[in-house]
């Protein structure tokens, strides 16, 4: 049964017509929804509103993973994203911010010179 078509800006076309979502998340408590499509575009959606939350800035590289991690200390859902290039981003959902890792000023062990 579908419940809803979740799309973004409300027809889910970017310009040059559809991208292909080729990863999708669900949190373990059944909230969010985060989708990634080919062009490398993340869409957070909450799955009690049914309606979209976030879009993510592109990210320099494509995903290939992506999991919801509850932070326990937080109070806060974060979703991890892994690109092909192996660089780790955290994104906090409710908070809408996300951060990579290592951050991209690191020079090294320690960071930053």
Do not use: C
Request: charged share 20%; glycine share 12%.
């Amino acid at each position: 049964e579908v419940r809803a078509t979740l799309r973004p800006g409300g027809g889910g076309d970017t310009q040059s017509g559809p991208t292909a979502v080729n990863l999708l998340q669900v949190s373990d408590d059944g909230e969010w929804l985060a989708s990634a499509d080919l062009s490398g575009q993340v869409h957070i959606w909450s799955l009690e509103t049914e309606r979209l939350h976030a879009s993510l800035p592109a990210l320099p590289a494509r995903l290939s993973a992506m999991r919801f991690v509850p932070s326990p200390a937080l109070s806060r859902q974060v979703l991890s994203l892994v690109t092909a290039e192996n660089r780790l981003y955290l994104y906090e959902v409710e908070g809408k911010r996300l951060t990579a890792f290592p951050s991209p000023d690191a020079s090294g062990p320690g960071g930053g010179g």
